[in-house]
């Protein structure tokens, strides 16, 4: 069983819908880290969690860490949020030299106009 | 963006040569890692490096060598290329210091390498 766990693994939303990505994990963190994949392939960090919620812009990141689950939430999404989003945690237990993350398998997410 | 720039961006070859993909950063980072990403999986870690001369293997080593020379780059070589290695490779760097540390990575644009 992966240590990461993301749902839906595709989402196909029209433009102005309110989106929710779920990431689940079944270990302790020291963080979570929310990503997103360009259709070009670039990624780049949104967010970086140990508790609560961050928001910016249209982006919200929620974490709970006592149920070991995080959302990422898009309110009046546009097809140039179509990405693929992806979680990725900071095992309490990751050891050696550098602390390693964890990587879910990513939502792909379209946006239709 | 972060610096750093991945090269070749795309390469193919044929099974059994060697092939170097090459790691560059302007930011100065301790820490630099390799990833390969394949459908229906997340980023793998191949292997890292926290300082000049100083690596470690990842999940998904076997195949895989690496070298940092120089603070600024870090190069990944397939010792003798399978068609299994035929994936999108990622290099990425960090300033994770430490037990605080939340180790946020600042990725390239990736190298996409086919094997035939």
């Known amino acids: ?20 990505i779920n990431c689940s994990y079944s270990v302790g963190i020291s963080a ?5 994949q360009h259709p070009g392939g670039g990624i780049v960090s949104l967010f970086m969690l140990s508790s609560g919620k961050k928001k910016h812009g249209r982006l919200i990141a929620t974490i709970n860490i006592q149920e070991k689950h995080s959302s990422l939430h898009i309110t009046a999404s546009h097809p140039r949020d179509s990405a693929v989003y992806i979680c990725a945690i900071l095992p309490l237990s990751s050891s050696g030299s550098a602390r390693q993350l964890t990587f879910g398998s990513g939502t792909q997410l379209t946006v239709l106009p | 963006d972060a610096g750093i720039t991945q090269s070749p961006r795309h390469k193919v070859t044929e099974t059994g040569t060697p092939v170097t993909l090459r790691c560059h950063q302007t930011e100065n980072h301790r820490y630099m890692y390799w ?5 229906g999986h997340g980023l793998r870690l191949i292997h890292y490096s926290y300082g000049v001369k100083d690596t470690d293997k ?13 603070t ?9 290329a399978t068609s299994s290695q035929t994936s999108v490779y990622f290099c990425a760097i960090s300033e994770s210091l430490g037990a605080l540390a939340k ?7 990736g190298t996409r390498l086919s094997v035939l």
């Open chain 2, 72 to 80: 600024e780059d870090f190069l990944l070589t397939l010792e003798s």
């Open chain 1, 1 to 20: 069983k992966n240590e990461v766990e993301q749902s839906p693994q595709n989402l196909t939303a029209q433009e102005g819908e309110f989106i929710t």
């Open chain 1, 32 to 36: 979570l880290h929310w990503l997103q």
């Open chain 2, 103 to 109: 180790n946020i990575q600042y990725f390239g644009a």
């Open chain 2, 35 to 39: 990833y390969r990403q394949d459908p």
């Open chain 2, 58 to 70: 990842g999940e998904v080593s076997d195949g895989y060598s690496v070298s940092r020379s120089k």
